[in-house]
């Protein structure tokens, strides 16, 4: 089992920056791809972007490309995502998600454990 903890969110300005955090705990964190979603208010939840264990590769949607980073440090158990530039349209619950094994992956099927969520509202 992996338990994941997301922390970071909260309310902020168009064009400022927040840096969500979400930390692993249970099974070896190194092996694990890590990933972050996001859910506005009745929408689907959606892919923002993924790194894998080594962090040497990363891929996002292309609506946060240019302005979200996800990094990861594998001695503290945590991944992160560095947004920048924000735009009302980030507004959303954003999740943390792991899959043991594999490549990067875009889809919500793909990873099995998830964090509870934080929340991130842009007001414009």
């Known amino acids: 089992q992996v338990q994941l903890v997301e922390s970071g969110g909260g309310l902020v300005q168009a064009g400022d920056s927040l840096r969500l955090s979400c930390v692993a705990s249970?099974?070896?964190?190194?092996?694990?791809?890590m990933g972050w979603f996001r859910q506005a208010p009745g929408k689907d939840r959606e892919f923002v972007a993924a790194?894998?264990?080594?962090?040497?590769?990363?891929y996002y949607t292309d609506s946060v490309k240019g302005r979200f980073t996800i990094s990861r440090d594998n001695a503290k158990n945590t991944v992160y995502l560095q947004m920048n530039s924000l735009k009302p349209d980030d507004t959303a619950a954003y999740y943390c998600?792991?899959?043991?094994?594999?490549?990067?992956?875009?889809?919500?099927?793909?990873?099995?454990?998830w964090g509870q969520g934080t929340q991130v509202t842009v007001s414009s």
């Open positions: 249970g099974r070896t964190f190194s092996s694990i791809v």
């Open positions: 998600a792991a899959r043991r094994y594999g490549s990067l992956a875009v889809t919500i099927a793909a990873y099995k454990y």
């Open positions: 790194i894998t264990w080594s962090g040497d590769s990363t």
